[in-house]
């Protein structure tokens, strides 16, 4: 079963629409840009309500933001980890810690930012633990993954053909990255280079980050060599 992949940019995030035999989201993109989301859905001719599915790879703010408008909009389910269902609660969205020195830096003017920021509350559908689960009944040739590290609740998705979607497992945007890599904040950065190995010995060869364009998985499997 073939797939396309349709990336819709959404404010710091990219999401990302996949399509097999049915329709599924992979993320929620930042606050308030519904009318993004939809302009990229026209240019990919998608009808909103083929939309089955909406898999949020972890709870930060700019990967849930518009998560509730978009849900509205086409009736899909929503998937999270249970570990990350606490970043729901949050009245204003907290941040990961930073793993580099810029990192910091960044965390650091995104807390300055995070009070004016509000999430609209919204049900998670699907609730999943650190098995994850197939896709095959959304149509869909691949599987959602545990990876924590970013967050301990982090997911990505693996098609059968070796696309992965890795949320923030990995970055490649300015002013996170200037070239592709290991992500500059998360809780465990030891955890995430685990998780990249785990991904690696399952078969992935191209990567999907949220920040960032597509990139050749032998990037992440330099990266984590030459950072363990």
Known sequence: MSISI?????GLDTVYIIKGESVILIDGGDPHKLNVFQE???KASINPKDIQLIILTHGHWDHIGSAKDIKDLTGAKVLMHQKDMKFLDETYPSQPPGITPWGKVIIALLKLYSPLIRIPSFDV???VDDEGISLTEYGIPGKVIHTPGHTWGSLSVLMDS????VGD???NKFPMRLTPGLPIFGD???VVKESWRRVLEMGAKTVFPAHGKSFP???MREAVMISS
Not at 6 to 10: A, E, L, S
């Open 162 to 165: 070796g696309e992965i979607f």
């Open 169 to 171: 497992l990995a970055m």
């Open 217 to 219: 998985v032998d990037v």
């Open 125 to 127: 559908d699907i609730i």
């Open 40 to 42: 990229g859905l026209e």
């Open 6 to 10: 349709h990336p819709i940019q959404m």
């Open 188 to 190: 465990d950065i030891q």
